[in-house]
């Protein structure tokens, strides 16, 4: 794959990026991914490239005839034998130390940085984000884990000295490795969020098993792509696809996981930290998003507090627990502030996010839409039919 270096860091937090040899460096990359859609890939099972009795296919958002790629669907064994994979390389994992496996991770992180444009194109395909937004995605994947590492190695791997009580008695606090994590990612960070809760877990000498969202392997199989090329030994991180009804469910039950991380929704949140610590305490984090509102007082800058509530808002089309959902104004100046937010929400270009004036793409599927549709239909109903409390 050819690759191109940016000379102009972009994150999540970039705004805008005129940089003509950046944008032209992405054009290429979206022809490079053009040649790249369609290709089958396998599951990652310890050393195994497993391919599986069946696919399924990844479609684009952006337009649904195209299949940016196919993924085998995974079953509870694969999912069985991902754990067995994790557990038989654990120790050896967990004995190269935290020295070695901060140095094979940071490698990893380079490795993203360097393929930046090639892996923000495709993503682009995958789940229909704009430039400026998967550039950002795959940036944010590769400092998740150098920061992870530098917290590591700032803390000396965690590894304090006590109080002691006499001269004989040595005592000290020390991180040490759980096991295995099960890792179940959403589709809105694709690489971030699979890369980030599986690079903690590594870093602190515990193997994975991760399941993306069926929305979004090809993503989380390019992460694995970049830990591989790094050196990370086979079986430390597995890659199973497929749906959560077989593949999710597994990594729920299986007493094999250690612990378990899940960004998605409330409802699939809340089950899991129920049920994953039924029946003996297991460790389980659970990232279900929220409710971000913006407080508008009289003295903000108007136009400042318009366009960070318009990116906020909109940005990717709200699909993420960032986005601001609420707006609270102080009463004075509520109608220029609306007027202003109004005016720079039409202005949004919506399209094709692979061409370079296109700030919002499509939703990620036709669930999705149908319930952006429902809310729109919604709020144009009068209060009273809403529910709502009628006001002066």
Not at 17 to 40: I, T, Y
Not at 213 to 238: H, I, Q, T
Request: hydrophobic share 40%; aromatic share 8%.
């Amino acid at each position: 794959m050819t690759t191109t270096t940016p000379r102009l860091k972009i994150t999540y937090a970039t705004l805008s990026a005129d940089n003509e040899e950046l944008q032209a460096s992405f054009d290429a990359a979206v022809e490079r991914a053009r040649a790249e859609l369609g290709r089958s890939y396998p599951m990652l099972i310890g050393g195994e490239e497993r391919r599986g009795a069946e696919e399924f296919e990844d479609r684009s958002p952006i337009d649904t005839e195209i299949v940016v790629s196919r993924f085998p669907v995974g079953t509870r064994q694969d999912v069985r034998d991902a754990i067995t994979a994790a557990r038989q390389a654990f120790p050896a994992w967990r004995d190269l130390g935290w020295r070695k496996r901060i140095e094979l991770l940071r490698r990893a992180a380079d490795l993203i940085s360097e393929r930046q444009f090639d892996y923000a194109a495709l993503m682009a395909f995958e789940v229909g984000k704009n430039r400026l937004e998967a550039l950002g995605d795959v940036e944010e994947t590769a400092d998740l884990l150098r920061y992870y590492s530098d917290t590591m190695e700032a803390n000396d791997g965690f590894v304090k000295p006590m109080g002691s009580l006499s001269a004989a008695e040595h005592t000290r606090s020390v991180l040490k490795p759980h096991g295995v994590w099960g890792v179940i990612s959403p589709f809105n960070f694709p690489m971030a969020l699979a890369g980030g809760p599986a690079a903690g877990a590594l870093i602190a000498g515990n193997t994975v098993v991760l399941k993306p969202s069926s929305d979004a392997p090809l993503m989380a199989y390019k992460y694995g792509e970049a830990l591989r090329d790094a050196g990370v030994p086979a079986g430390v991180f597995n890659l199973v696809t497929g749906p959560g009804e077989t593949v999710g469910a597994e990594l729920e039950e299986n007493p094999g996981i250690d612990g378990l991380i899940f960004t998605g929704s409330y409802e699939v949140g809340m089950r899991l930290y129920t049920h994953f610590t039924r029946d003996f305490p297991r460790p389980i984090i659970t990232e279900m998003g929220g409710k971000n509102p913006a407080i508008i007082t009289s003295s903000a800058d108007l136009d400042e507090a318009a366009e960070g509530v318009m990116r906020s808002a909109f940005g990717f089309d709200g699909q993420k627990c960032s986005a601001n959902s609420r707006v609270y104004v102080e009463r004075g100046v509520a109608r220029p502030f609306v007027e202003k937010l109004v005016e720079r929400a039409r202005q949004i270009r919506v399209g094709d996010p692979t061409h370079r004036d296109v700030w919002m793409g499509p939703v990620i599927n036709a669930r999705s839409l149908r319930k952006f549709t429902d809310a729109v239909a919604e709020a144009r109903l009068p209060r009273t039919d809403r529910g709502d409390r009628p006001t002066d």
